[in-house]
Protein backbone atom coordinates (compact mmCIF):
# COMPACT_ATOMS: atom_id res chain seq x y z
CA UNK A 1 0.00 0.00 0.00
CA UNK A 2 2.53 2.57 0.86
CA UNK A 3 4.56 1.36 -2.68
CA UNK A 4 1.37 2.31 -4.23
CA UNK A 5 1.48 5.45 -1.99
CA UNK A 6 4.83 6.41 -3.21
CA UNK A 7 4.34 5.98 -7.04
CA UNK A 8 1.17 7.71 -6.72
CA UNK A 9 2.90 11.09 -5.03
CA UNK A 10 5.32 10.71 -8.14
CA UNK A 11 3.13 10.65 -10.93
CA UNK A 12 1.04 13.41 -9.37
CA UNK A 13 4.70 15.41 -9.13
CA UNK A 14 4.99 14.64 -12.93
CA UNK A 15 1.47 15.82 -13.78
CA UNK A 16 1.09 18.89 -11.48
CA UNK A 17 4.89 19.89 -12.75
CA UNK A 18 3.65 19.66 -16.73
CA UNK A 19 0.26 20.93 -15.99
CA UNK A 20 2.21 23.99 -14.19
CA UNK A 21 4.81 24.39 -16.93
CA UNK A 22 1.66 23.93 -19.86
CA UNK A 23 -0.21 26.61 -18.45
CA UNK A 24 2.66 28.87 -18.11
CA UNK A 25 4.02 29.16 -21.69
CA UNK A 26 1.15 27.30 -23.73
CA UNK A 27 -1.70 29.51 -22.26
CA UNK A 28 0.58 32.13 -20.48
CA UNK A 29 -1.40 31.79 -17.31
CA UNK A 30 0.88 32.66 -14.93
CA UNK A 31 -1.23 33.15 -11.40
CA UNK A 32 -2.71 29.49 -12.37
CA UNK A 33 0.77 28.68 -13.10
CA UNK A 34 2.37 29.92 -9.68
CA UNK A 35 -0.93 27.84 -8.06
CA UNK A 36 0.10 25.01 -9.31
CA UNK A 37 4.07 24.93 -8.62
CA UNK A 38 2.79 25.80 -5.17
CA UNK A 39 0.91 22.43 -4.93
CA UNK A 40 3.89 20.48 -5.66
CA UNK A 41 4.78 20.64 -1.56
CA UNK A 42 1.58 19.61 -0.65
CA UNK A 43 2.11 16.34 -2.73
CA UNK A 44 4.95 15.36 -0.83
CA UNK A 45 2.65 16.49 2.64
CA UNK A 46 -0.01 14.41 1.82
CA UNK A 47 2.77 11.19 1.47
CA UNK A 48 3.92 12.09 4.83
CA UNK A 49 0.72 12.28 6.41
CA UNK A 50 -0.53 8.56 4.61
CA UNK A 51 2.73 6.58 6.05
CA UNK A 52 2.43 8.83 9.48
CA UNK A 53 -1.37 7.27 9.71
CA UNK A 54 -0.16 4.08 9.03
CA UNK A 55 2.10 3.74 11.14
CA UNK A 56 0.20 5.33 14.26
CA UNK A 57 -2.38 3.15 13.01
CA UNK A 58 -0.32 -0.14 14.16
CA UNK A 59 1.19 -1.06 10.94
CA UNK A 60 4.51 -2.73 11.12
CA UNK A 61 7.56 -0.95 9.97
CA UNK A 62 8.59 -1.57 6.63
CA UNK A 63 11.34 -1.32 3.92
CA UNK A 64 8.16 0.93 2.42
CA UNK A 65 8.16 3.10 5.09
CA UNK A 66 11.49 3.70 4.95
CA UNK A 67 11.59 4.50 1.58
CA UNK A 68 9.03 6.83 1.78
CA UNK A 69 10.70 8.89 3.80
CA UNK A 70 13.93 8.73 2.28
CA UNK A 71 11.59 9.74 -1.16
CA UNK A 72 10.20 12.93 1.17
CA UNK A 73 13.89 13.61 1.63
CA UNK A 74 15.21 13.36 -1.80
CA UNK A 75 12.09 15.55 -3.18
CA UNK A 76 12.93 18.06 -0.46
CA UNK A 77 15.94 18.80 -1.42
CA UNK A 78 15.85 18.17 -5.30
CA UNK A 79 12.73 19.09 -5.80
CA UNK A 80 12.93 22.84 -6.21
CA UNK A 81 16.40 22.63 -9.16
CA UNK A 82 14.07 19.94 -10.80
CA UNK A 83 11.68 21.97 -11.05
CA UNK A 84 14.16 24.77 -12.22
CA UNK A 85 15.54 22.32 -14.66
CA UNK A 86 12.26 21.19 -16.17
CA UNK A 87 11.63 25.31 -16.33
CA UNK A 88 14.46 25.96 -18.74
CA UNK A 89 13.92 23.45 -20.75
CA UNK A 90 10.29 24.06 -21.09
CA UNK A 91 10.93 27.87 -21.37
CA UNK A 92 13.21 27.31 -24.53
CA UNK A 93 11.02 24.57 -26.50
CA UNK A 94 7.53 26.67 -25.89
CA UNK A 95 8.44 29.82 -24.46
CA UNK A 96 11.07 30.96 -26.89
CA UNK A 97 13.67 30.90 -23.87
CA UNK A 98 17.32 30.16 -24.57
CA UNK A 99 18.85 27.22 -24.71
CA UNK A 100 19.80 25.31 -21.37
CA UNK A 101 23.91 25.52 -21.11
CA UNK A 102 25.36 22.60 -19.56
CA UNK A 103 28.78 23.24 -18.12
CA UNK A 104 31.89 22.22 -19.43
CA UNK A 105 33.37 18.59 -17.70
CA UNK A 106 36.37 19.43 -16.28
CA UNK A 107 35.15 23.50 -15.54
CA UNK A 108 35.17 25.52 -12.49
CA UNK A 109 30.96 25.69 -12.92
CA UNK A 110 30.80 21.82 -13.47
CA UNK A 111 32.78 20.82 -10.02
CA UNK A 112 30.89 23.22 -8.34
CA UNK A 113 27.82 22.01 -9.73
CA UNK A 114 29.03 18.54 -8.35
CA UNK A 115 29.07 20.11 -4.98
CA UNK A 116 25.94 21.45 -4.92
CA UNK A 117 24.70 18.58 -5.70
CA UNK A 118 26.29 16.53 -3.13
CA UNK A 119 24.90 18.96 -0.61
CA UNK A 120 21.87 18.24 -1.59
CA UNK A 121 22.40 14.78 -0.99
CA UNK A 122 23.16 15.91 2.33
CA UNK A 123 20.29 17.91 2.97
CA UNK A 124 17.94 15.12 1.88
CA UNK A 125 19.10 12.10 3.77
CA UNK A 126 19.27 14.84 6.97
CA UNK A 127 15.67 15.09 6.33
CA UNK A 128 15.09 11.53 5.72
CA UNK A 129 16.88 10.78 8.99
CA UNK A 130 14.69 13.46 10.65
CA UNK A 131 11.53 12.32 9.27
CA UNK A 132 12.38 8.42 10.17
CA UNK A 133 13.38 9.01 13.85
CA UNK A 134 10.06 10.86 14.47
CA UNK A 135 8.52 8.19 12.87
CA UNK A 136 10.76 5.78 15.09
CA UNK A 137 10.37 7.10 18.22
CA UNK A 138 6.88 9.32 18.33
CA UNK A 139 4.67 7.16 16.19
CA UNK A 140 6.09 3.99 16.76
CA UNK A 141 7.16 4.79 20.37
CA UNK A 142 10.32 2.77 19.97
CA UNK A 143 13.96 3.16 21.55
CA UNK A 144 16.72 4.22 19.87
CA UNK A 145 19.01 0.67 19.04
CA UNK A 146 22.10 0.28 20.63
CA UNK A 147 23.98 -1.43 18.23
CA UNK A 148 24.33 -1.70 14.08
CA UNK A 149 23.03 -4.96 14.55
CA UNK A 150 20.08 -3.77 16.78
CA UNK A 151 19.43 -1.45 14.02
CA UNK A 152 19.18 -3.50 10.91
CA UNK A 153 15.90 -5.39 12.91
CA UNK A 154 14.15 -2.74 12.12
CA UNK A 155 13.51 -0.89 8.74
CA UNK A 156 13.32 2.62 9.83
CA UNK A 157 16.55 2.50 12.04
CA UNK A 158 18.56 0.35 9.10
CA UNK A 159 17.47 3.09 6.45
CA UNK A 160 19.58 5.67 8.41
CA UNK A 161 22.24 3.40 8.04
CA UNK A 162 21.78 2.96 4.34
CA UNK A 163 21.46 6.94 3.87
CA UNK A 164 24.80 7.46 5.78
CA UNK A 165 25.95 5.13 2.75
CA UNK A 166 24.60 6.57 0.10
CA UNK A 167 26.02 10.14 1.07
CA UNK A 168 29.63 8.93 1.19
CA UNK A 169 29.21 6.76 -1.97
CA UNK A 170 27.30 9.71 -3.75
CA UNK A 171 30.74 12.00 -2.30
CA UNK A 172 33.11 9.34 -3.37
CA UNK A 173 31.51 9.07 -7.15
CA UNK A 174 31.13 12.77 -7.42
CA UNK A 175 32.85 15.93 -5.98
CA UNK A 176 35.68 13.94 -3.82
CA UNK A 177 37.76 13.35 -6.59
CA UNK A 178 36.65 16.16 -9.80
CA UNK A 179 39.13 18.39 -10.66
CA UNK A 180 39.09 21.78 -12.44
CA UNK A 181 41.06 21.30 -15.90
CA UNK A 182 43.47 24.49 -16.69
CA UNK A 183 42.64 25.51 -19.94
CA UNK A 184 45.82 26.00 -22.15
CA UNK A 185 46.61 29.79 -23.37
Excluded at 91 to 98: D, V
Excluded at 134 to 150: C, I, K, M, W
Aim: aromatic content about 10%; glycine content about 8%; proline content about 5%.
Amino acid sequence: MIVAGIAAAEAAFWVVLGAALAVRYLLRWRVLSTLLLWALPAIDLALLAFVTVDLAGGAVPTQSHALAASYLGFTVAFGHPLVRWADARFAHRFGGGPRPVRPAKGSAAYVRGLWIEWFRVVLAAAIACGILTVLALVVRHEEVPASLDEAATNPLWAQIVILGIVVVVWFLAGPAFARRTVQAS
